[in-house]
């Protein structure tokens, strides 16, 4: 066989074999749900309803309520009583951890178990990331197989050792109502990012949903 069709022989199996997926994050198979959050990237008690359709993301909160479109990596903060609206550049924190991708990651992925979580039973699978600037950090998700694998509770070992928990509770895959996630009319631009607060006590551990095993401890103060 003449050098050149072998050379194209190759190339043909070579550009069938199945291309390596890129690491994913915990919510990248979820476009579209409804649920309850408990705790986030500060922690906390507050209980919080969250709506995910294809790229907006609608947290709400005491004031009024955030959109953050997960692909442009932008804020509508929305204030209801006041009637204002204010677009950032970046990340809301209240957006942790949907929003949280691992493109450009190196993630290493092994089981941690099975549990059942607020009567879910889930598979646990913890996750070591790496990210562009060689920082390591570990998630442990706890996978609700009732739910197609959706991330029922979350843990992020950042590093210096703080630990942020969200559990995610009355869950519905189905998508929401598109005018929750509209862009209010009047929205004015702020020249800024959309950044976390500075860090406060972190208040009473909320309750976490029902379990078959004991509850994490409590993560050490920052130093």
């Known amino acids: 066989m003449p050098l050149m069709m072998i050379v194209l022989a190759l190339s043909a199996v070579l550009s ?10 915990p919510f990248d198979s979820f476009k579209e749900f409804t649920a309850t959050m408990v705790g986030g990237l500060l922690n906390g008690s507050d ?15 005491e004031k009024g309520y955030t959109v953050t479109n997960l692909d442009q990596r932008s804020t509508l903060s929305v204030y209801t009583e006041k009637n204002m609206c204010t677009e950032f550049e970046g990340l809301s924190w209240q957006s942790f951890p949907v929003s949280s991708r691992f493109a450009n990651t190196t993630v290493q992925r092994s089981a ?16 070591e990331v790496t990210w562009e600037n060689g920082v390591t950090n570990h998630w442990k998700v706890w996978e609700a197989q009732d739910l197609g694998g959706f991330p029922v509770k979350i843990e992020v070992h950042h590093l210096g050792g703080r630990i942020s928990t ?3 509770k009355d ?11 509209k862009r209010p009319p009047g929205c004015k631009k702020f020249q800024g990012q959309a950044i976390a607060p500075a ?4 208040p009473a551990k909320p309750a976490a949903p029902t379990t078959d095993t004991a509850p994490p401890k409590a993560a050490p103060p920052p130093k």
């Open 171 to 181: 869950v519905s895959l189905k998508a929401p109502d598109a005018s929750l996630l």
């Open 112 to 127: 941690g178990g099975e549990e059942t979580l607020d009567g879910h039973p889930c598979k646990i699978e913890t996750l």
């Open 199 to 202: 860090r406060k006590p972190a």
């Open 166 to 168: 969200a559990y995610f």
């Open 47 to 61: 209980q919080v309803k969250v709506y995910r359709l294809g790229s907006e993301y609608r947290v709400d909160n």
């Open 16 to 25: 069938d074999q199945p291309k390596a997926a890129p690491p994913q994050g």
